[in-house]
C-alpha cells in the first residue's frame, strides 16, 4: 500500500538519496555533483506549509517526494511555487508521481499559492506528460540552458494556475 505524507526530518536522508541517485544518472536536475545531508537540511528548512514536502511509502521506505519551493525570494513572486518531483529507480511509471503531485498541489493551494511553475528538461517525455495531465500548460521552451553529461539541454517550462 502506498502512503502520501508530509515529509519529516526523519525523512530526509531517503529523499536525499532519491535525489542524489537523480543527480547522477539523469537530466531531471541540473546539479551536477550530489548534495550532502547538511545541505539538504537547509533546503528542508526553506520549506513550510505553503511550501511543502511530501514523501511517498511503499512498505514504510521513502519511494518517491514531492515539493513546492520559492520561484524567486523577490516579494511580487511570494505566490508563485516551482514544483519538484523525484520518484525513486524502480518505481517509476506506477502512478506515485501522479499521487504525489496531486496532493503537493492541494497542499499548495491550500496554503495561498497561485501559480505552480515546472522546469523540464528535454528527454523528459513522461514529466511532461505527468505536469500536462495535472493541467499544468506549455510556456515554452528555454534553448540550451544547461550542461550535463556533456550535452548543451533545452528546459520546456510549464505553469498551472491554481484555481
Known amino acids: 500500500m502506498l502512503a502520501i505524507l508530509r515529509a519529516s526530518i526523519e525523512h ?4 536525499t538519496d532519491i535525489y542524489n541517485q537523480a543527480v547522477l544518472t539523469t537530466t531531471a536536475t541540473f546539479d551536477t555533483e550530489p548534495i ?3 545541505e539538504q537540511k537547509i533546503w528542508f528548512a526553506e520549506h513550510n506549509e505553503k511550501f511543502p514536502i511530501f514523501v511517498a511509502l511503499k512498505h514504510g521506505k ?3 517526494w514531492a515539493s513546492l519551493s520559492r520561484w524567486s525570494g523577490r516579494c511580487a513572486y511570494s505566490d508563485t511555487a516551482e514544483i519538484s518531483i523525484y520518484i525513486k529507480e524502480g518505481f517509476r511509471g506506477k502512478g506515485i508521481g501522479t499521487k504525489l503531485l496531486k496532493r503537493v498541489l492541494d497542499e ?6 497561485h501559480t505552480v511553475l515546472a522546469r523540464i528538461a528535454e528527454g523528459s517525455d513522461a514529466s511532461i506528460r505527468l505536469h500536462q495531465n495535472a493541467g499544468f500548460e506549455y510556456v ?3 534553448k540550451e540552458v544547461g550542461k550535463k553529461f556533456g550535452k548543451l539541454l ?3 517550462l510549464l505553469q498551472l494556475i491554481l484555481k
Open 154 to 156: 533545452d528546459v520546456h
Open 108 to 113: 499548495g493551494k491550500k496554503g495561498g499559492i
Open 62 to 64: 521513502v519511494v518517491g
Open 140 to 142: 515554452g521552451v528555454m
Open 12 to 15: 530526509l536522508e531517503a529523499i
Open 36 to 38: 550532502s545531508l547538511d
